[in-house]
């Protein structure tokens, strides 16, 4: 079993950056690809970014390329969603996710979520 719990969202004005963190329970956490998803109001959860055990390979969704990065720190638990020049349409609830296998862009690849921390891009 695997908890996660994100934290650093809030309100911010377009342009401007936040950092989000989710921290894992996990004692092997290394082995664990991480993902990031987002809600928005009224639609469908979606893919962010993700990130390998190591750190080393990353993919993300084409709408925050460039602007979003994923880390981690393994020997803290905790993985990182760098956000940058935000946009009033990355509003939306922002999830961790981990999946013992492999990076995927897909939910369903992941079995264990966190409960969400709400970004707010003001226009």
């Known amino acids: 079993q695997v908890q996660l719990v994100e934290s650093g969202g809030g309100l911010v004005q377009a342009g401007g950056s936040l950092r989000l963190s989710c921290a894992a329970s996990?004692?092997?956490?290394?082995?664990?690809?991480m993902g990031w998803f987002r809600q928005a109001p009224g639609k469908e959860r979606e893919f962010v970014a993700t990130?390998?055990?190591?750190?080393?390979?990353?993919y993300y969704a084409d709408s925050v390329k460039g602007r979003f990065f994923a880390s981690r720190d393994n020997a803290k638990n905790t993985v990182y969603l760098q956000m940058n020049s935000l946009k009033p349409e990355d509003t939306a609830v922002y999830y961790c996710?981990?999946?013992?296998?492999?990076?995927?862009?897909?939910?369903?690849?992941?079995?264990?979520w966190g409960q969400g921390t709400q970004v707010t891009v003001s226009s």
């Open positions: 996990a004692r092997t956490f290394k082995n664990y690809a």
């Open positions: 990130i390998s055990g190591s750190g080393g390979t990353t």
């Open positions: 996710a981990a999946n013992g296998f492999y990076t995927s862009t897909h939910s369903e690849s992941y079995a264990y």
